[in-house]
């Protein structure tokens, strides 16, 4: 595998730079679904994706995670490569989604799932480990009931996965994220399908996540984009159509004709 850094990366990269794409093109057959996108992501900032529908923004997170390889170009975080890792490998690294999709055990407690995530940092992935007993592992208890603080669960810990509003879900989802030490956090539309109420309670539980966790957000709500994010990068059609702050963003015409205007 060729490991030379390119000579002129298009992305402006800085000492802060976490993760950075050079080039990237991901292909679906016919379809061009990224088109040679160079980004950098900030650490300790959050940055969110924005775009309208098929604009490719899942599909930055799928290569982030090594769920899919670029068709060309190259990935990098804190300047390794890992375009071509295992996703687990790139999930040791540091690099983590937050899923949309139910990932834990809705016969287990809150808790009991929040547990067996930690654990799994603590012991590896394996079959094995979900037979030994969690109190086995004192790091592992002491790390999951802080991170049912985090995510605002202490309160239904003993409650039944199953028996959580959906709200709560959302947050033993991230919680679950949370467990396996994300240095970069992803999160696809996180208060999507929520209530007002969920959806504050979400936006306050990921600034304060945002304290010590580098995070992307893919977001559709440009209220809480605008509010909460520190650098925005815009996607369409595959291809990036412009990045900046959110004052820079907000009054980019590229932007406004391809996404703003268009809502
Ligand atoms: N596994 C796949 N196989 C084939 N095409 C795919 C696959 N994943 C994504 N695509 C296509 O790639 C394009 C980008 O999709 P993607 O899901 O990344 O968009 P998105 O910006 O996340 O959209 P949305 O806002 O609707 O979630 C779309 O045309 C989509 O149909
Ligand atoms: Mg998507």
Redesign the pocket.
């Known amino acids: 595998m060729n490991r030379t850094k390119p000579e002129t990366p298009d992305s402006e990269t800085t000492d802060e730079t976490l993760l950075r794409t050079d080039d990237v093109t991901k292909k ?1 057959g016919q ?1 061009t ?1 990224i088109n040679d996108v160079s980004m950098s992501i900030p650490e300790g900032e959050i940055t969110s994706i924005i ?1 309208p ?7 930055l997170f799928n290569l982030f995670t090594g769920k899919y390889e670029p068709t060309s170009g190259q990935i990098r975080f804190r300047d390794e490569r890992i375009d071509g890792m295992a996703p687990h490998d790139i999930v040791d690294k540091g690099v983590v989604r937050s899923f949309q999709i139910t990932n834990f055990f809705d016969d287990l407690t809150t808790r009991e799932n929040v547990r067996l995530a930690t654990q799994a940092r603590y012991s590896g992935f394996g079959a094995s480990d979900f037979l030994r007993h969690y109190t086995s592992l004192d790091g592992a208890v002491d790390d999951a009931e802080a991170v049912l603080e985090r995510v605002h669960l202490l309160d239904v810990a003993d409650r039944q996965a199953s028996n959580l509003s959906y709200g709560q879900r959302r947050h033993l989802e991230i919680g679950i994220a949370l467990a396996a030490g994300p240095d970069l956090l992803l999160m696809d539309e996180p208060t999507a399908g929520m209530s007002p109420e969920e959806t504050l309670d979400t936006v306050e539980l990921i600034e304060e996540i945002a304290s010590d966790t580098t995070l992307v957000l893919i977001e559709h709500d440009m209220d809480i984009v605008m509010d909460i994010s520190e650098f925005i990068v815009v ?1 369409n059609e595959g291809e990036l159509i412009a990045r900046g702050d959110p004052a820079e963003i907000r009054t980019d015409d590229r932007v406004q004709r391809a996404y703003l205007g268009g809502e």
């Open positions: 679906f379809l679904a775009g529908n098929g604009a490719g923004k899942t599909t996607m």
